[in-house]
Each structure stands twice: as structure tokens, then as C-alpha cells.
């Protein structure tokens, strides 16, 4: 099952604080993450929380474009080199504490992050799509004003956010998030398909994953 947890496991990463910084770390938390990962993680996380406050109150067109930049940042490396293996999904603390991944990550990382600002879910997907360029699999993140209207394309690719009928460069293939999934197309969501038909044992091993870091 995709829905496993509830999306407030999501997002617990972050606790409240006061009424002018909403999101916040808990201390043990955080040293806890200096213990286990990288001297520049604290550094990281503690950035991504100073830009959640500053965008926490903007329009979502802002905080897509912000949220999109942050993580744009972050160096291209395939899984091979970053974690010695052939396909792994990696959290937002992990994709954080390394500086690098691949468009999975981007992709979680970013999806999570507008998640927590309060963007619906019902607007946010992660997408598969064939790169055309590469001919290869690729994943970006696609926002939905409306389940009719053409999304709008994160991707570390293309680093401008565009929609969906300007990438060309992208074949549409499927999208999911913790609820549904659907056929992916250029407008729209496209058909709904039942669950169990499509293998996402990589997402829900990556919601357990998320779930052992808040412990």
C-alpha cells in the first residue's frame, strides 16, 4: 500500500517553534544528525529551514520557484557513484547530508518540502517520464493547479520551471504521490490505475526509511 503513514509522518521532521518561525528543529534531533552524518549536514538543514520561514507565507508560484532553486543546487551524481548501487531512493536528510543524487532525489526532496509549506498533495506528483534526449527514464515533479490544467515541470534537468507542453525533450509515462496514481499525460492526470499494478516497493521502502529517521 502507498499510503502507509499519514503525511504529518512526512513532515514531523520539523516541529513548531514560535508563531514567527514556524518550522524548527528539535535539538536532539539535531544532534543526533551531527552524530551520524556529515559536518555541512547541520549547516544544510538548518538553510532549508531558514527558507521554509521565509517562504512560508508566499504564494505558491514563489515557493515552487524557491523550493525548485534550493535543491537545483545540489550536484548531478548517479546512485552507482553516491551510493554504490544501481537504483536507491534516498531521503530529503540523506540527499542533503551527501550534496548530491539523482533525479529521484531531487525530486522527493522538493515534493516534501512544498508538502510541508502546505501545498495539497492533490496538487504535487512525483512523475515518470521518458527523456527523449538520453533515452533513458527520468523523474520529475509536477504541479497541478487543478486536476484538469497542464503542470507545471520541476525538474534538475530543465532548471526553469515550464509546463508540461513546453518539454518537449519529455514523454509523459505515469505519476503517483501517497495516494494515487495515475497514467500520466501533457493535460490533466490522465486515467486513474489500481493500485498493486504499478511496482512501487522503492517508495514505500523510502516512507519506512523517513519514518527510522524520526526515531
Not at 514563489?62 to 525548485?68: E, R, V, W
Not at 525538474?155 to 501517497?178: C, H, M, Y
Amino acid at each position: 500500500m502507498l499510503k502507509i503513514f499519514t503525511i504529518t509522518l512526512f513532515l514531523s521532521f520539523f516541529t513548531l517553534f514560535n508563531a514567527e518561525d514556524k518550522f524548527s528543529i528539535d535539538e536532539k534531533l539535531l544532534i543526533e544528525i551531527q552524530k551520524h552524518y556529515s559536518k555541512d549536514a547541520k549547516e544544510k538543514i538548518l538553510n532549508l529551514i531558514s527558507l521554509l520561514n521565509n517562504i512560508q507565507t508566499k504564494d505558491e508560484q514563489t515557493q515552487l520557484k524557491m523550493i525548485n532553486n534550493y535543491f537545483n543546487e545540489i550536484e548531478y551524481k548517479k546512485d552507482v557513484i553516491v551510493w554504490n548501487k544501481k537504483d536507491y531512493w534516498a531521503s530529503r536528510l540523506e540527499f542533503l547530508n551527501q550534496n548530491m543524487g539523482d533525479c529521484e532525489d531531487y525530486v522527493i526532496a522538493k515534493y516534501f518540502s512544498l508538502r510541508q509549506l502546505g501545498i495539497s498533495e492533490d496538487k504535487l506528483f512525483l512523475t515518470y517520464v521518458k527523456a527523449i534526449k538520453y533515452k533513458q527514464s527520468h523523474m520529475v515533479l509536477t504541479y497541478y493547479k487543478d486536476k484538469n490544467s497542464v503542470p507545471l515541470v520541476l525538474d534538475n534537468i530543465e532548471k526553469e520551471i515550464v509546463s508540461a507542453t513546453q518539454r518537449k525533450d519529455l514523454r509523459p509515462v505515469f505519476s503517483f504521490n501517497g495516494e494515487k496514481i495515475y497514467m500520466a499525460k501533457q493535460r490533466g492526470l490522465g486515467k486513474e490505475i489500481p493500485k498493486g499494478k504499478v511496482n512501487l516497493k522503492k517508495w514505500t521502502n523510502l516512507i519506512l526509511k523517513i519514518k527510522r529517521e524520526k526515531q
